[in-house]
């Protein structure tokens, strides 16, 4: 894996331990020469993960659209800043860019983004592998809540053990690592 993307909160929400998760996950790949491709902000744990990489020579890609680039809303230090039109064309170059999406502590950017590249690997449009980084058990709420769709019946139970889910960023990895080695994805059909 060469780079990951990584959709994570513009807030840094009430926690404390959401910032150091995203300095520790920063800095681990950084040091596992993984880069990290991101929405390109300085603010909240999209900045922390961007400053804690750097620091650690990572490298950085964000990716922006220019009126939020104008709004002054870009981390002005990153590796790479890709400049686009759109949050669609955000969304397909960071795709296009990165080998594997996680998701970190968020809100509903966060949850908009990984819930688009898990749904089109479903359909089978890509087949880079997800995961949710569950540190603390932030994402479980969520995922409890997806398997009451795979119970009522609108959910595929392969589709929902699809997405790798670790407390911790090593085992997240191996996860990934395991997806990326494997067929794809049985309901994909390809
Ligand atoms: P949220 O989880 O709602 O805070 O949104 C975070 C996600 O949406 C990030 O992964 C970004 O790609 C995008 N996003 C939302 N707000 C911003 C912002 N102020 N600066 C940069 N990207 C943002």
């Known amino acids: 894996m060469r780079r ?53 020579g990572g490298e950085v890609v964000g990716v922006m659209p220019t009126s939020m680039v104008e709004r002054e809303w870009a981390h002005e230090d990153v590796t790479e800043l890709v400049t686009c039109d759109s949050m669609h064309e955000r969304k397909a170059l960071m795709a296009d860019r990165a080998d594997a999406f996680v998701a970190l502590p968020g809100g509903l950017g966060t949850l908009e983004e990984i819930f688009e590249v898990w749904s089109w690997r479903q359909l089978g ?53 395991d997806r990326l080695r494997s067929a794809p994805h049985p309901a994909h059909g390809a």
């Open 125 to 177: 449009f890509h087949s880079k592998p997800v995961g949710f980084l569950d540190a603390g058990g932030f994402w479980t709420p969520l995922l409890d809540a997806l398997q009451g769709l795979v119970d009522s019946g609108f959910l595929d139970a392969s589709t929902l053990r699809d997405a790798a889910v670790a407390p911790d960023l090593p085992g997240l990895l191996d996860a990934l690592e």
């Open 4 to 56: 990951v993307a990584i959709f994570l909160g513009s807030a840094d929400g009430h926690d404390p331990a959401h910032a150091e998760l995203a300095i520790g996950v920063g800095k681990e790949l950084a040091r596992r020469g993984i880069g990290i491709v991101y929405g390109g902000g300085r603010r909240g744990l999209m900045g922390t993960i961007a400053d804690s990489a750097l620091e650690a």
